[in-house]
């Protein structure tokens, strides 16, 4: 299969193949030439804890983005491989209605350890996706550690969802969430401790000085679909002000940069390795044995 060729006829196995090569770290010619096609999509991440509603609220998203005649990208990232496999079912299981329509594709990924990380190839299946021409493209991700930071990197939008009555959410909350959430949203917001949950939320922006965005908080039921029409009004508002203030523009370089970085310190690591596991096993202090690395590949 000319791929390229078939990219650009629209057929969806040449995006799927064009994303399984992105994975094994092998993306690097197609996003070359593909890049000029992107900087059209809306990116929406979707992050917080596992369990709260993620892939249910992305099914739910995608149907509303349907009814308005947008084509959708999904990724659906697990970076805790081997332990997702139940995740990654549990993502496809949530996303099945959408399967067989056209003008949605889903992607799951979960290797990892390759060149250029999860994350790099996250990137490049959004560039991807962008490139083939989805209105929008839905980025979600289970919020361990760095990986909703690194969402927020990648999406216009940040979405962080959250569930009541449960620690996971709380903690989520303490660990600087409030940077990175453009939008949060309490999911089973039927649960009778959503209130407790939503004050939390809200005391904890109060301790926040803002300016610019302010974090809207709608609450959902995503198996229902309720509240599905205000997260998508907030999503929207949140492109809009994005839009009006410029602010777009500067997400956009700030991906850039991003990714531009996570490339670039891949290929510095496996120098640095390579020349690390050619020193001499002599008896050097490790500032010493630092500074004779360094100088040896950038010679200072
Ligand atoms: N009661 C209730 N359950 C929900 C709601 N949304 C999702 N769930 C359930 O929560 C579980 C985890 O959902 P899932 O979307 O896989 O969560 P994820 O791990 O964050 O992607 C599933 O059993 C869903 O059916 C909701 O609004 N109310
Ligand atoms: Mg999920």
Redesign the pocket.
Known sequence: MDLLREFERQNPRALARAISLAEAGRGADLVRALYPRTGRAVTVGLT????????????ALVREARARGKSVGVV?VDPSSPFSRG?LL??R??LAEHFTDESVFIRSMASRGHLGGLAGATADAVLLMDAFGYDLVLI?T?GVGQSEIAIAELAQTTIV?L?PGSGDSIQVLKAGIMEIADVFVV?????PMADQLRREIRSMMEMLHWTGWVPELVS?????G?GVDELVAAIERHVAYLNETGEIERRRRDAFSHQVRQLALGRLEERLDRALRAQPDDELDPYGAADRVVSQLWGE
């Open positions: 917080g804890p596992p369990g709260v509603g993620k892939s249910t609220l992305a099914s659906s995740a549990g993502d299981i949530r979600e289970v969802a569930q999911n089973k917001s039927d649960h959902t039921q995503a198996l229902e309720r």
